[in-house]
T-cell receptor, first 113, second 111 residues
Framework: DAGVIQSPRHEVTEMGQEVTLRCKPISGHNSLFWYRQTMMRGLELLIYFNNNVPIDDSGMPEDRFSAKMPNASFSTLKIQPSEPRDSAVYFC???????????FGQGTRLTVV | DQQVKQNSPSLSVQEGRISILNCDYTNSMFDYFLWYKKYPAEGPTFLISISSIKDKNEDGRFTVFLNKSAKHLSLHIVPSQPGDSAVYFCAASVRADGLTFGKGTHLIIQP
């Protein structure tokens, strides 16, 4: 298996623009997580899905952030409008339901200028 | 309030010696603890885990110890090798509902 695949690897955008990050989980995994890593706050859980249904989005920082999982093999994290403080590395991870060990993608480094 | 704390931002250890990375937590509901390893420009990689019903788990050179009364866990790496140089994250979970991470410890293995 290729592992969790995230795209793009790097994204540079101007403040106010919409940004969409993409994730393909490991085939067969039915839990999917979005994390954000910053120097100040470390790795934080933003939202997680189980069987394509959002279970806990309490980590989503603001209404500007939204996430979807239209099917078992694809998820998006959207920021609209983006702001410079959204600059971070965003990770997607997946696991089997009930198994805590999650497998991470390589991350998307987002820079908002 | 940080629920998982790694108080040492960095640790330098000589090759061949034991590396001990520490982690403290505050949430008594955590029932599973994990260690992840991260190289630059890569995602975290799962290393080893322990359930709250155990106090020790061993996998090759890696051993995780859990002291529930002290709300403390540690990762021992012996012997330390140059490839172990990375950032190590402690993480905890309640019922597999996502992971709460510490801020990481940068381990540097000196030749």
């Amino acid at each position: 298996d290729a592992g969790v695949i995230q795209s793009p690897r790097h994204e540079v955008t101007e403040m106010g623009q919409e940004v969409t990050l993409r994730c393909k989980p490991i085939s067969g995994h039915n839990s999917l997580f979005w994390y954000r890593q910053t120097m100040m706050r470390g790795l934080e859980l933003l939202i997680y899905f189980n069987n394509n249904v959002p279970i806990d989005d309490s980590g989503m920082p603001e209404d500007r952030f939204s996430a979807k999982m239209p099917n078992a093999s694809f998820s998006t994290l959207k920021i609209q409008p983006s702001e410079p403080r959204d600059s971070a590395v965003y990770f997607c991870a997946s696991s089997y339901t009930g198994f805590t060990e999650a497998f991470f993608g390589q991350g998307t480094r987002l820079t908002v200028v | 309030d940080q629920q998982v704390k790694q108080n040492s931002p960095s640790l330098s250890v000589q090759e061949g010696r034991i590396s001990i990375l520490n982690c403290d937590y505050t949430n008594s509901m955590f029932d599973y603890f994990l260690w992840y390893k991260k190289y630059p420009a890569e995602g975290p990689t799962f290393l080893i885990s322990i359930s709250s019903i155990k106090d020790k788990n061993e996998d090759g050179r890696f051993t995780v110890f859990l002291n529930k009364s002290a709300k403390h866990l540690s990762l021992h790496i012996v012997p330390s090798q140059p490839g172990d140089s990375a950032v190590y994250f402690c993480a905890a979970s309640v019922r597999a509902d996502g992971l709460t991470f510490g801020k990481g410890t940068h381990l540097i293995i000196q030749p």
